[in-house]
T-cell receptor, first 115, second 117 residues
Framework: GNSVTQMEGPVTLSEEAFLTINCTYT??????LFWYVQYPGEGLQLLLK?????DKGSNKGFEATYRKETTSFHLEKGSVQVSDSAVYFC??????????????FGQGTILTVHP | DAGVTQSPTHLIKTRGQHVTLRCSPI?????VSWYQQVLGQGPQFIFQ???????GRGNFPDRFSARQFPNYSSELNVNALLLGDSALYLC??????FGTGGPYGYTFGSGTRLTVV
C-alpha cells in the first residue's frame, strides 16, 4: 500500500536559518505529492504540490521537488521566520488501484522558529 | 466566498453514545472526504463521497458511516463511541474526485474536535 515517511522529531531553528524537512514515499501508481501546514487549533492548509516527476512546487518561499528516482519530496526554505512555526505534513494522492483520491499523510513534523 | 465549514467545532460525548458531524463544502465542489486526526499524528482517511456516492473507505470499523446530500454537504456518523475515537475530524472538499493538478485541489475545514469521556 501507499505510505509517507517524514523525518522524525521536532525541528527547532533560529530565525533566518535554512530549513529542510525530509519526506519519502511509497506508492503503487502515479502519485501527486503535497505539503500541508497546520497552525495551532486550525485545519490543514495546502502549502505546495507537484503532480509529476521533476515538478517543483513552491509557495511563500517554500520549495519541494518531486524526485521519482529517490521517491522523495523534501521541503526547503532558505530563511525561516517565527511565523513559520507550525506542523508540516507531507502527503500523496495516488490514482492507481483503489486509492481513488484519498490523501495518505506522513506523521507530521513540528517546526519551532525562535527569534 | 465561504470555505469548507464544519459543525460543531467542539463537542464532548460519553462512551457508547452516538455523534453526527457535519460538513458544507465549497460551493461547486462535488467531492467530500473525511479524515480522523489523533493528537500527534497525521490525518487518516475515513471516507470519500463524490456525486453522492461513496467512492472510498478507509480502515475504520462499521461504527463509522457517512452520507452526502443532494446539495453536496455531508454527515459523518459514529456509533457506540469509544475513548479512542477522541480526535480532530477533518472534512475536505474538492471539485473533482482526485483533487490533483490544474484547478483542482483539496480544501480542508478547521475540523471538529471530539472528546469522548
Amino acid at each position: 500500500g501507499n505510505s509517507v515517511t517524514q523525518m522524525e522529531g521536532p525541528v527547532t531553528l533560529s530565525e533566518e536559518a535554512f530549513l529542510t524537512i525530509n519526506c519519502t514515499y511509497t506508492a503503487t501508481g502515479y502519485p501527486s505529492l503535497f505539503w500541508y501546514v497546520q497552525y495551532p487549533g486550525e485545519g490543514l492548509q495546502l502549502l505546495l504540490k507537484a503532480t509529476k516527476a521533476d515538478d517543483k512546487g513552491s509557495n511563500k518561499g517554500f520549495e519541494a521537488t518531486y524526485r521519482k528516482e529517490t521517491t522523495s519530496f523534501h521541503l526547503e526554505k532558505g530563511s525561516v521566520q517565527v511565523s513559520d512555526s507550525a506542523v508540516y505534513f507531507c502527503a500523496l494522492s495516488d490514482r492507481g488501484g483503489t486509492s481513488y483520491g484519498k490523501l495518505t499523510f506522513g506523521q507530521g513534523t513540528i517546526l519551532t522558529v525562535h527569534p | 466566498d465561504a470555505g469548507v465549514t464544519q459543525s460543531p467545532t467542539h463537542l464532548i460525548k460519553t462512551r457508547g453514545q452516538h455523534v453526527t458531524l457535519r460538513c458544507s463544502p465549497i460551493s461547486g465542489h462535488k467531492s467530500v472526504s473525511w479524515y480522523q486526526q489523533v493528537l500527534g499524528q497525521g490525518p487518516q482517511f475515513i471516507f470519500q463521497y463524490y456525486e453522492k456516492e461513496e467512492r472510498g473507505r478507509g480502515n475504520f470499523p462499521d461504527r463509522f458511516s457517512a452520507r452526502q446530500f443532494p446539495n453536496y454537504s455531508s454527515e459523518l456518523n459514529v456509533n457506540a463511541l469509544l475513548l479512542g475515537d477522541s480526535a480532530l475530524y477533518l472534512c475536505a472538499s474538492s471539485l473533482g474526485l482526485f483533487g490533483t493538478g490544474g484547478p483542482y485541489g483539496y480544501t480542508f475545514g478547521s475540523g471538529t474536535r471530539l472528546t469522548v469521556v
